[in-house]
């Protein structure tokens, strides 16, 4: 059967993307390899039958600020947002915590009370963020160059103290806090947040990840999709069929065929063909796409050898706990955060980051963690908690920087005795946590990757964030928008600019795309037609 666009993937890009298309009056094939939709937007009740985790990403701030996502509306079909009382929680080993709230007032007022001066600081930075921050957000999430979102930035920059504030954008974290706070809870909650991504916390670039996932939390919260991540990807695709598209489970495409230098169709493993009339959208990591799935002599050779620079960020272990009760907090923070942060400083947390990036499994991990039914009471029994951590592992071992237990081969045994370094971790500022766990998972980078092929030896951002692959460097020089080599086909995953993230940005900006060069087809179509005509008289 024969459609106007195929889409490669059923994660929340792909989805995103064929949600577009079919909006435009398209047809819209997609097809996932998992015997389930979402990609990394998934929950299940495997660790435990009453309990809801989410087996990969887990609060959407990004998607709750993504103007793509929103314009869907998928409210309407079944997806509900739910907040924690408070966004993050940042315990230290003396008991006090650093802490984010959604209401900034309350936020600045915790952080008066450990460092008079640092609560003024915070609304000063919080004030520079209205101003500049949404315009800012449409800049990194449209196609680079963001000429509209680049304009209203630049407009807005002299507000906020111009290229002073553009320094402070590109300054590293620590830098950033350091300037403008002498307490250290704003530090921490920066540079946590910065941590989010595998950019160092002293390198450029680190500082703009920390502020905006930090504003992010300040401004639209860290939601959650009520009843576990899977049900935004559930709406997503909802929408999707009801408006016509189709999806197809446990397909996976081996092979885009390619035609006089255009894509024309897929062809799945178990040898099924599917035309596509327009495009082709790969919601896939780059190096399958240009490695697997095109043929060698589909892609210049250029592509080929840049493609042997591109890589990927680190990997991740993630455990899920079911508890039989809330954390047992040795001191209970101020207001019940969703997510929290496991490092006792801003340094250990720096020399865990620098540790995977040397290829040394982490001592003491720095660790992003969430309690799911504080967030959303659904998630579990009246009284119980559904909890989560992950922490990032080198793609290639070394050596193990702790007692020397973790190999870094990440079979099930190696999974668990470095789940179980991460568990004690939390059991420091939680005496009794183990004694309450009634289940455990543990995912290591295999098992993600088993789950979720992109997930690359549990690389889980589609390629490293650090800046020599980002912007026009995504996935590699030259390739810096969702336009392949190859006409018609088109690179929608977080391997595309802006990367990672559930906002939907490369899915929409592929599927832009496409319709733009369908449209530029189609008036060019007529004048290469007298021309094929005028060539054969």
């Not at 840049?306 to 001191?331: C, H, Y």
């Not at 070394?398 to 005795?417: C, K, L, P």
Request: net charge negative; hydrophobic share 40%; proline share 7%.
């Amino acid at each position: 059967m024969t459609h106007d666009a195929i889409v490669i993937g059923a994660g929340p890009n792909g989805l995103v993307a064929a949600n577009h298309l079919i909006d435009a009056g398209w047809s819209v094939l997609v097809l996932e390899e998992q015997p389930e939709i979402g990609g990394a937007v998934r929950s299940d009740r495997a660790v435990h039958p009453d309990f809801v985790h989410d087996t990969f990403s887990t609060f959407y701030p990004l998607a709750a600020a993504s103007r793509t996502i929103q314009a869907f509306r998928l409210e309407e079909h079944g997806l509900r947002w739910t907040h924690a009382p408070a966004v993050l929680g940042h315990p230290r080993p003396d008991g006090s915590w650093a802490m984010l709230h959604r209401d900034r007032r309350i936020t600045a007022a915790l952080m008066e009370e450990q460092q008079p001066g640092d609560g003024e600081a915070w609304l000063e930075l919080c004030a520079a963020w209205d101003e500049i921050g949404n315009a800012l957000i449409t800049s990194l999430l449209t196609p680079f160059p963001p000429v509209r979102g680049g304009v209203a930035t630049l407009a807005k920059l002299r507000r906020v103290g111009g290229l002073d504030f553009v320094k402070t954008l590109l300054s590293p974290v620590v830098d950033l806090a350091d300037v403008r706070f002498k307490g250290s809870s704003p530090g921490l909650l920066l540079a946590g947040n910065a941590g989010h991504a595998d950019i160092p916390l002293d390198a450029p670039g680190s500082g703009l990840m920390g502020l905006m996932m930090t504003m992010l939390g300040q401004t639209v919260g860290f939601p959650v999709p009520e009843g576990g991540a899977g049900m935004l990807t559930r709406a997503m695709a909802s929408r999707l069929e009801s408006l016509g598209g189709q999806i197809e489970t446990s397909s996976r495409v081996a092979h885009v065929e390619v035609v006089d230098g255009r894509a024309v169709g897929v062809r799945t493993a178990d040898g099924e063909r599917h035309e596509a009339r327009r495009a082709v959208v790969a919601d896939v990591i780059a190096s399958q796409l240009y490695g697997d799935l095109l043929a060698p002599s589909d892609v210049p050779a250029k592509v080929h050898e840049r493609m042997q620079g591109f890589r990927l960020d680190p990997g991740t272990v993630k455990v899920d706990w079911a508890l039989d009760g809330p954390i047992p907090w040795a001191s209970q923070p101020p207001h019940d955060p969703g997510t929290f942060h496991v490092a006792d400083s801003r340094l250990e947390m720096n020399v865990a980051l620098q540790q995977v990036h040397a290829g040394h499994v982490p001592a003491h991990p720095f660790m992003l963690a969430g309690q799911m039914s504080t967030t959303d009471p659904t998630r579990s029994p009246a009284g119980t908690e559904s909890v989560w951590a992950y922490t990032h592992v080198p793609q290639k071992t070394v050596a193990d920087a702790g007692d020397g237990s973790v190999r870094g081969t990440w079979d099930a045994a190696d999974a668990e005795r470095f789940a179980d370094r991460m568990q004690a971790r939390i059991e420091r500022l939680a005496p009794g946590f183990g004694s309450r766990v009634i289940a455990r998972r543990v995912l290591g980078p295999r098992e993600l990757e088993a789950r979720n092929a992109n997930l690359v030896g549990g690389a889980i951002n589609g390629g490293t964030s650090q800046l020599q692959q980002e912007l026009f460097f995504r996935p590699i020089p030259g390739l810096g928008r969702s336009e392949t080599p190859v006409r018609g086909l088109y690179l929608g995953s977080a391997s595309a600019h802006p990367g990672g993230g559930v906002h939907g940005a490369p899915g929409m900006n592929a599927a832009r795309a496409a319709l733009a060069h369908s449209r530029v087809d189609g008036v060019l179509e007529p004048v290469r037609g007298v021309a094929r005509r005028a060539l054969r008289r």
